[in-house]
């Protein structure tokens, strides 16, 4: 029961942001193959923050080329606030001692909600500045 709370709960965070609505169809179809297993389900997420962080590589490479000056410096500066806050968040949720396995779960819930936010408010600010 436990396996399918954690199924459910990672389908719905994958679903909450637009950034991630086209790899929703993909990822609800690998979580579905799971079965239930939580080592399956965390690999169908693995596989969405490969690509989102491809994604968000490449949308912050694009507005760096971009940038020069003072301009530049803030990016850099924002994106290194964004970074520290993604992976101390992503490692105090993994490391909850209260959620038990879940945890992973739980902590990769929000990786990629955050990771999908992050590269959507990017991309947003690629197309702007064509």
Not at 60 to 65: A, I
Request: net charge positive.
């Amino acid at each position: 029961m436990r396996r399918y709370a954690c199924l459910l709960t990672l389908a719905v965070m994958t679903a909450a942001h637009p950034a991630m609505a086209q790899s929703d169809a993909e990822m609800k179809a690998c979580i579905d193959r799971s079965g239930g297993v939580t080592e399956a389900m965390l690999d169908c997420g693995k596989a969405q923050i490969d690509k989102f962080d491809v994604r968000l590589n490449a949308a912050y490479t694009t507005l760096m080329q971009r940038e020069h000056g003072a301009g530049r410096t803030r990016l850099q500066r924002e994106q290194r606030a964004w970074l520290k806050h993604h992976l101390s968040e992503t490692h105090r949720l993994a490391a909850d001692p209260d959620n038990g396995s879940a945890a992973f779960l739980t902590s990769q819930g929000f990786e990629l909600d955050d990771l999908g936010a992050r590269t959507a408010e990017l991309e947003k600010r690629v197309q702007k500045t064509r």
